[in-house]
Nanobody, 119 residues
Framework: VQLVESGGGLVQPGGSLRLSCAAS????????WGWYRQAPGWERELVAT???????TYADSVKGRFTISRDNAKNTVYLQMNSLKPEDTAVYYCNADGVTTDGTEWRDWGQGTQVTVSS
């Protein structure tokens, strides 16, 4: 199983970015997805999650600004980030879990994508 993120970059405060994370391999659609982030000198923190039933949760720091969504047909999760702030600067990682087509449970991380919010 492989998770590959994309969509990071440099954006000015108040701007927007959309991150994507695609899962590949001999898998069924992931059960749950999560976005995490880690800034230099800080521990990795949970940003948002979404379940197989499309129930989403958010860290208080991003509520109302970030939206997590999923496309099961593409085995992909998105993180729409609006009204970005300098404190959102971090490496963003996706995480997912599910079952392979031969019945093996899996949980994996993407390689991370850098988001920098700066003027």
């Amino acid at each position: 199983v492989q998770l590959v993120e994309s969509g990071g970059g440099l954006v000015q405060p108040g701007g927007s970015l959309r991150l994507s994370c695609a899962a590949s391999g001999s898998i069924f659609s992931p059960r749950s997805w999560g976005w995490y982030r880690q800034a230099p000198g800080w521990e990795r923190e949970l940003v948002a999650t979404i379940t197989s039933g499309d129930i989403s949760t958010y860290a208080d720091s991003v509520k109302g600004r970030f939206t997590i969504s999923r496309d099961n047909a593409k085995n992909t999760v998105y993180l729409q980030m609006n009204s970005l702030k300098p404190e959102d600067t971090a490496v963003y990682y996706c995480n997912a879990d599910g079952v392979t087509t031969d019945g093996t449970e899996w949980r994996d991380w993407g390689q991370g994508t850098q988001v920098t919010v700066s003027s």
